[in-house]
């Protein structure tokens, strides 16, 4: 099936600073999909990508959806403790058994120190 | 308000048995979702309705199983045959089916006795 490759796997960071992190697949998408997950609680949905190129922004947070459809980016600025969580992308199954589907990535864990 | 609630929060399970998981949601919403969290892992999907009364497979049904009986609700069960069923479960829902916006429950972490 296809994957979803997230990086980093985690980042340490002082508030403050710019995150940046990106999602690659190993086939075409046609969407792409950012969640934050806070610690123990179910994933929210922060962007949707509908595009190739589309530059969306959510507060201090901004979205990219690679040229190549097969990679997506995420920026957050001025980072703030409460951005700690879990981000993870998302993008529907290209075909076969995975149509209609969501695949999500690994996520990639930020921590903020203050 | 409207939202998906699940419980309950923990759940302890004792070897040999079943458990289930409820989920509810007030949406009104066609297509729900079961998926599992292990650490440092993505979400896997368990299985997923399109609509009330059907169901199907995800990618790790094994050891699952599920019903579909009312519109807000898709109770998922554990059962003795998934051997290694510690993990947090996310429920979610969705508009219809391949609408790519899904809504998530808070989850419920199961552990094992």
């Known amino acids: 099936g296809q994957q979803l490759n997230q990086s980093p796997q985690s980042m340490f960071i002082q508030e403050g600073e710019d995150v940046s992190m990106n999602c690659t697949s190993s086939s075409i998408f046609n969407t792409w999909l950012w969640y934050k997950q806070d610690p123990g609680e179910g994933p929210v949905l922060l962007i949707a990508?509908?595009?190739?190129?589309e530059l969306t922004s959510n507060g201090r947070l901004t979205a990219q959806f690679g040229i190549t459809r097969k990679d997506s980016f995420l920026n957050i600025s001025a980072s703030i403790p409460s951005d700690v969580g879990i981000y993870f992308c998302a993008g529907p199954g290209a075909g076969g058994t995975s149509y209609g589907k969501l695949t999500f990535g690994q996520g990639t864990i930020l921590t903020v120190h203050p | 308000d409207g939202g998906i609630t699940q419980s309950p929060k923990y759940l302890f399970r004792k070897e040999g048995q079943n458990v289930t998981l409820s989920c509810e949601q007030n949406?009104?919403?066609?297509?729900m979702y079961w998926y599992r969290q292990d650490p440092g892992q993505g979400l896997r999907l368990i299985y997923y309705s399109q609509i009330v009364n059907d169901f199907q497979k995800g990618d790790i049904a094994e050891g699952y199983s599920v019903s579909r009986e009312k519109k807000e609700s898709f109770p998922l069960t554990v059962t003795s045959a998934q051997k290694n069923p510690t993990a947090f479960y996310l429920c979610?829902?969705?508009?219809?089916?391949?609408?790519?916006?899904?809504?998530f429950g808070s989850g419920t972490q199961l552990s094992v006795l």
């Open positions: 979610a829902s969705s508009i219809r089916f391949r609408e790519r916006k899904l809504f």
């Open positions: 990508l509908y595009k190739a190129g």
């Open positions: 949406l009104n919403h066609d297509a």
